[in-house]
């Protein structure tokens, strides 16, 4: 799997650098680069690798959500051009990558965690498997702790981290990625408490997991 192309836009709603655009993983501020995606996307695919659009509605902020709070106040407009490309590029690249901004005109939390913009990044295409942007990230760290301002990379508390997965699972993500590794059976056990308690959390979990086995067999990665 690529975590890639960045399919952020170069340009935030004020016509400023984005923070993309800034770190040179930009594509452009439209959709006339996606001839060249696709041949990207294409080639990958060719030869066994799995691409990932991201950061899905668009990374329109300047600010590292792994370091810092990432905000947006892009109105609806620019939001809807932003995701134009991602539709222009769905039939193509089988997974998504979600947003750990918060965009204030459209939502009351970061995009990932909403369930509303996630089934936006599914409008065309409902096998479209949504991955997390990392949930160790500060701009997720803060939100789940009901803080603005926590200390970088210091410990997670449980009662924070069991309300970021749920809230994940909540909106509809499949695969939870996290760069801090020692969380990674922490994530399992909460989801298989909250399937062993909840029907409802049950059917969410397999959702997902048929999303992801479906796509390992069109990749044949499963016979």
């Not at 792994?66 to 905000?71: R, S, T, V």
Request: net charge positive; glycine share 4%; aromatic share 8%.
């Amino acid at each position: 799997m690529n975590l890639a192309p960045v399919l952020d836009p170069s340009k935030d709603h004020r016509g400023t650098n984005s923070f993309m655009e800034e770190s040179r993983r930009s594509w452009g501020n439209d959709t006339t680069n996606a001839y060249k995606i696709r041949a990207f996307v294409h080639g990958m695919r060719d030869n066994g690798v799995i691409c990932v659009s991201k950061h899905f509605p668009g990374y329109d902020a300047w600010t590292n959500s792994d370091l810092q709070i990432a905000i947006s106040a892009s109105p609806k407009e620019k939001i809807e051009q932003n995701i134009s490309f991602f539709r222009t590029l769905s039939k193509d690249i089988p997974v998504t990558m979600m947003s750990s901004v918060h965009f204030l005109r459209i939502s009351s939390r970061p995009a990932v965690f909403d369930a509303n913009i996630v089934k936006m990044a599914r409008k065309n295409s409902p096998d479209m498997v949504m991955l997390t942007d990392d949930l160790w990230g500060t701009s997720l760290r803060a939100w789940a702790s009901g803080k603005t301002q926590i200390p970088p990379r210091k410990t997670y508390p449980d009662k924070d981290f069991k309300r970021l997965v749920t809230a994940i699972i909540d909106a509809g993500n499949d695969i939870l990625m996290i760069s801090y590794t020692s969380k990674a059976k922490d994530m399992l056990n909460i989801m298989m408490e909250l399937s062993d308690k909840s029907s409802k959390y049950k059917k969410r979990i397999e959702e997902s997991a048929a999303r992801i086995l479906k796509l390992k067999y069109k990749m044949g990665l499963l016979k």
